[in-house]
Nanobody, 108 residues
């Protein structure tokens, strides 16, 4: 079963969005990736089953990844958004196919 992402949208620079991802049956590490037009898909943040987190430098201090193991969901709270955050965001779990992603567009 592939992940199902939601929560994307259009927001002005400085605004916030909260992305969610439903991944049934998975208890392993979860990651958020993003892919901007013309660029390669890149890791944004990850969280282990025990709750340890990692963020790339671009988003550290602005984004927060969290998970609810009981609900099999992982979220990405994105604050102080910048136009360069514009991308399709995907959550990823080892062994599962990529989902459809959710579009985030930040206007200047």
């Amino acid at each position: 079963v592939r992940p199902v992402e939601s929560g994307g949208g259009l927001v002005q620079a400085g605004g916030s969005l909260r992305l969610s991802c439903a991944v049934s049956g998975s208890i392993g590490a979860k990651r958020w990736y993003r892919q901007a037009p013309g660029k390669q898909r890149e890791l944004v943040a990850s969280i282990t089953s025990g709750g340890s987190t990692y963020y790339v430098d671009d988003v550290r201090g602005r984004f927060t990844i969290s998970r609810d193991n009981a609900k099999n969901t992982v979220s990405l709270q994105m604050n102080s958004l910048k136009p360069e955050d514009t991308a399709v965001y995907y959550c990823y779990v080892d062994g599962l196919p990529w989902g459809q992603g959710t579009q985030v567009t930040v206007s200047s």
